[in-house]
């Protein structure tokens, strides 16, 4: 299979598909990679990296959307890529569709299968793509709070670790799960005093024990929202609904009613974002106020690390990518169920229940059975 990777093209994006690495793995099972020139240059990938590892360089994005059987990515295809896919390519990467009917129709349009990375699962009932990438942007969400708590950047000037007598700033935590879980690590470690609200039960007992009480957790309710937001320093909104829009669990109520200078941090903000005042942002221009309170609410936060990014993206996305160039998509995702699950589009049919359900009337599309659109 010929195998391409484009440069990354949104803003401040500068991780890359496929690592020399990675490259190397696709081109000793027998594969052709082609990426194109710089696509890895700003993170210390040269072109000369991937020439070694066995890959050729294509002079434009145009020459490797046109020749490449399956399109390797890291984020969701904008406009004049989407209209570079065409019907029996394969395109491997992050989608985040429900809160994106554009992009939706242009890949509908084009006919190409698209595999998203985001609900791809495991035998556990986990997330393993979606996975390193979680934990990337959980432990940024505080690194970024932090920051803009600083009173030259907006913030109310509050130090999340305080010091000897001065208390700690507060850190809210709006889902259990990995980036939740890994905010809660980095605010516990800067000295925080830190809650994390989750509706599981049996995820709140196992949180308790992975912070040995160290952190509180409660039972998330529309009550336990409204007090603990409202004397949070930093809330981070960590909750998703894999392949869905995002719930919204902090009205503008909420927000009006959190203390001047308080950051919010919406890590939900692929899927449409978790509070009712998000808006997407970028690394160019992450912040902006609404009734005192700043807001991060950058959609690509992995990518202000991309190189770490990068490298413990392509450790989850290889085997499925191997798996996909060694069999043939059709073939690999009918033998394995977890893969077949990261097929959102193929040939014109939405295969992703989610995403009908957030676009379906807007649309006009129904949805398929993974299988039934493969058969």
Same mark, same amino acid.
């Given at each position: 299979?010929?195998?391409?990777?484009?440069?990354?093209?949104?803003?401040?994006?500068?991780?890359?598909?496929?690592?020399?690495?990675?490259?190397?793995?696709?081109?000793?099972?027998?594969?052709?990679?082609?990426?194109?020139?710089?696509?890895?240059?700003?993170?210390?990938?040269?072109?000369?990296?991937?020439?070694?590892?066995?890959?050729?360089?294509?002079?434009?994005?145009?020459?490797?959307?046109?020749?490449?059987?399956?399109?390797?990515?890291?984020?969701?295809?904008?406009?004049?890529?989407?209209?570079?896919?065409?019907?029996?390519?394969?395109?491997?990467?992050?989608?985040?569709?429900?809160?994106?009917?554009?992009?939706?129709?242009?890949?509908?349009?084009?006919?190409?299968?698209?595999?998203?990375?985001?609900?791809?699962?495991?035998?556990?009932?986990?997330?393993?793509?979606?996975?390193?990438?979680?934990?990337?942007?959980?432990?940024?969400?505080?690194?970024?709070?932090?920051?803009?708590?600083?009173?030259?950047?907006?913030?109310?000037?509050?130090?999340?670790?305080? @010091?000897? #007598? &001065?208390?700690?700033?507060? %850190?809210?935590?709006?889902? $259990? +799960? !990995?980036?939740? /879980?890994?905010?809660?690590?980095?605010?516990?470690?800067?000295?925080?005093?830190?809650?994390?609200?989750?509706?599981?039960?049996?995820?709140?007992?196992?949180?308790?024990?992975?912070?040995?009480?160290?952190?509180?957790?409660?039972?998330?309710?529309?009550?336990?929202?409204?007090?603990?937001?409202?004397?949070?320093?930093?809330?981070?909104?960590?909750?998703?609904?894999?392949?869905?829009?995002?719930?919204?669990?902090?009205?503008?109520?909420?927000?009006?009613?959190?203390?001047?200078?308080?950051?919010?941090?919406?890590?939900?903000?692929?899927?449409?974002?978790?509070?009712?005042?998000?808006?997407?942002?970028?690394?160019?221009?992450?912040?902006?106020? @609404?009734? #005192? &309170?700043?807001?991060?609410? %950058?959609?690509?936060?992995? $990518? +202000? !690390?991309?190189? /770490?990014?990068?490298?413990?993206?392509?450790?989850?996305?290889?085997?499925?990518?191997?798996?996909?160039?060694?069999?043939?998509?059709?073939?690999?995702?009918?033998?394995?169920?977890?893969?077949?699950?990261?097929?959102?589009?193929?040939?014109?049919?939405?295969?992703?229940?989610?995403?009908?359900?957030?676009?379906?009337?807007?649309?006009?599309?129904?949805?398929?059975?993974?299988?039934?659109?493969?058969?």
């Amino acid at each position: 299979m010929l195998v391409g990777v484009p440069k990354e093209i949104k803003n401040h994006e500068y991780r890359v598909g496929l690592t020399p690495a990675a490259v190397k793995e696709f081109v000793m099972h027998g594969h052709k990679v082609m990426v194109e020139t710089n696509a890895g240059t700003a993170i210390g990938f040269t072109d000369e990296m991937y020439v070694e590892a066995g890959a050729s360089i294509a002079a434009s994005a145009e020459q490797v959307f046109a020749e490449a059987e399956m399109i390797v990515k890291v984020k969701e295809p904008q406009p004049q890529e989407c209209k570079q896919l065409s019907r029996g390519q394969t395109l491997y990467t992050y989608l985040h569709l429900a809160p994106d009917p554009t992009q939706t129709e242009l890949l509908i349009e084009s006919g190409a299968t698209c595999i998203a990375y985001e609900t791809v699962t495991d035998a556990r009932g986990g997330l393993p793509l979606l996975a390193p990438m979680s934990e990337v942007a959980g432990r940024m969400s505080v690194q970024a709070g932090t920051h803009y708590l600083e009173k030259a950047h907006g913030g109310s000037g509050t130090l999340l670790g305080g @010091v000897p #007598g &001065v208390a700690p700033g507060k %850190v809210l935590v709006i889902g $259990g +799960g !990995v980036v939740g /879980t890994q905010a809660a690590k980095m605010a516990l470690g800067l000295g925080a005093d830190v809650t994390i609200l989750d509706r599981s039960l049996p995820r709140l007992r196992q949180l308790d024990d992975i912070f040995n009480g160290q952190v509180k957790t409660v039972y998330s309710t529309v009550d336990a929202i409204e007090h603990y937001s409202a004397s949070a320093d930093l809330v981070v909104g960590a909750v998703l609904i894999p392949g869905a829009a995002a719930p919204k669990l902090l009205n503008e109520q909420h927000i009006a009613n959190m203390k001047k200078g308080s950051v919010v941090v919406d890590v939900a903000i692929d899927q449409g974002g978790c509070f009712a005042t998000s808006k997407a942002t970028t690394h160019q221009d992450p912040v902006y106020i @609404v009734d #005192g &309170v700043v807001h991060y609410c %950058v959609a690509n936060m992995p $990518g +202000g !690390v991309a190189r /770490t990014s990068t490298m413990a993206l392509n450790n989850a996305t290889l085997p499925f990518g191997l798996a996909l160039a060694n069999k043939g998509p059709k073939q690999a995702m009918m033998e394995d169920i977890h893969l077949l699950n990261g097929l959102n589009v193929h040939e014109g049919k939405v295969t992703y229940k989610a995403v009908v359900e957030a676009l379906g009337d807007q649309l006009g599309i129904q949805y398929t059975p993974a299988m039934d659109a493969l058969a």
